[in-house]
């Protein structure tokens, strides 16, 4: 018993020490992420109703002021074309953006990228600090790229997720 008890105790411990050392990356060169971007696969809380990981990045700029503007396609009907803002903070790789239809802010977090094939990337809510959703996003289609980093990242997760693989028949491509 008391081996079950030390064993559930140093598990409990390692699990927080790994959730406590998944950070956004230090560094970003944000003109490698210049591009266009496919989501591979999703994981959200379930109550979590922002579709802005549900959508392909079509483009991502940089603006003069530094910011970054994606441009994402929704499927609706048919394919539609967004913007938004991500501003810049005072870390390299965290962006605040201001979601109208939920009038809420959060933050987008480049958690690890090889800017030439994946990126991975989480929304945090800004008054909590919990994440929400996080995605794995990659250059071309089917490279499989990232996974492991992903499943990481996913791991950390304090909330009740749910994981959405993408079905690239029903996104609308770039």
């Known amino acids: 018993m008391k081996f079950l008890l030390l064993t559930v105790g140093l598990t409990s411990i390692c ?17 490698k992420l210049i591009g266009p971007w496919y989501r591979v696969e999703e994981a959200k809380a379930m109550e979590f109703s922002i579709p802005l990981f549900d959508m392909n990045i079509k483009e991502v700029n940089r603006t003069p002021e530094g910011n970054l ?15 938004f803002l991500l501003k810049k903070t005072e870390k390299p790789a965290e962006f605040e953006i201001y979601i109208p239809s939920e009038s809420a802010s959060y933050t987008l977090s480049v958690m690890e990228t090889d800017y030439d094939n994946y990126i991975l990337g989480c929304l945090e ?10 995605a794995h996003y990659e250059r071309r289609i089917e490279e499989n790229k990232g996974m492991e980093e992903f499943k990481k990242i996913v791991r950390t997760l304090t909330i009740p997720y749910t994981m959405i ?6 996104m609308c491509r770039v």
């Open 125 to 134: 809510n800004v008054n909590y600090r919990e994440k929400m959703a996080c």
């Open 69 to 83: 503007e994606l441009i994402v396609l929704e499927q609706t009907d048919s394919c539609v074309e967004k913007k």
């Open 165 to 170: 693989e993408a079905q690239t028949r029903e």
């Open 15 to 31: 699990a927080i020490q790994a959730i406590e050392n998944i950070h956004s990356k230090e560094e970003l060169v944000v003109e």
